[in-house]
């Protein structure tokens, strides 16, 4: 089992369809992430929680809603989605300590998910 | 506009041989760099990070820090086909909780037997 487990694994949707992708780790880490990784273009960070609290929005649509019920798991809502949102979507999480230089992020499996 | 740069390959080595990745960044104040490997269909995994200027070495593979020059490498020595992966360079974001990480695009690297 890995420290950082994400579902579903794989996930097709209709642009008009209503769906959520769920973190959960088990490393004892207070800060989780949202990544999506796209053919041809690098990691692309869309939200940070520290301690629950969301920190960091990087001009996501908002058709991507984040939630953070406590510092184990986190949720991606998803809704109306576009084609081009189609991408492998990675949660991480790591220990927030600010200064720290060697927290290090781990990775989830990921979520691919098509958009059709 | 932080940015990290990669050269996105393929690099090919013959097995045995001495893989270089390198990575530039644009955030003179980054602190702290990271490599990972990335296996195709698959999540990143850490390598190893390096804060330091100089080089830090563990196993096979050794990583190179040059702030002044805003530089950073992974060096794969006696480099084996299961290397055969993207490595992704890494530079720690200083956002509000100084956590996430930026990411290049990644290097390609194939090595062949």
């Known amino acids: 089992e890995t420290g950082v487990t994400q579902t579903p694994r794989h996930l097709v949707m209709g642009m008009t369809n209503k769906k959520s992708l769920k973190c959960e780790q088990h490393?004892?880490?207070?800060?989780m992430y949202w990544y999506k990784q796209s053919a041809k273009k690098p990691l692309e960070l869309m939200f940070v929680?520290?301690?629950?609290?969301?920190?960091e929005n990087n001009s996501v649509p908002s058709r991507f809603s984040p939630e953070c019920p406590n510092s184990s798991h986190l949720f991606l809502h998803l809704h109306t989605l576009q084609p081009e949102d189609s991408a492998l979507y990675l949660c991480a999480s790591s220990q927030s300590r600010a200064g720290s230089s060697g927290n290090t992020i781990y990775f989830g499996e990921g979520s691919w998910l098509t958009v059709v | 506009q932080k940015e990290v740069e990669q050269n996105s390959g393929p690099l090919s080595v013959p097995e045995g041989a001495i893989a270089s990745l390198n990575c530039t960044y644009s955030d003179r104040g980054s602190q702290s760099f990271f490599w990972y490997r990335q296996y195709s269909g698959k999540s990143p995994e850490l390598i190893m990070f390096i804060y330091s200027n100089g080089d830090k070495e563990d196993g096979r593979f050794t990583a190179q820090l040059n702030k002044a020059s805003q530089y950073v490498s992974l060096l794969i020595r006696d480099s084996q086909p299961s290397d055969s992966a993207t490595y992704l360079c890494a530079v720690r974001h200083r956002n509000q909780a100084g956590t996430a990480l930026i990411f290049g695009k990644g290097t390609t690297l194939s090595v062949s037997s």
């Open positions: 929680y520290s301690l629950e609290e969301r920190v």
């Open positions: 490393l004892g880490h207070n800060a």
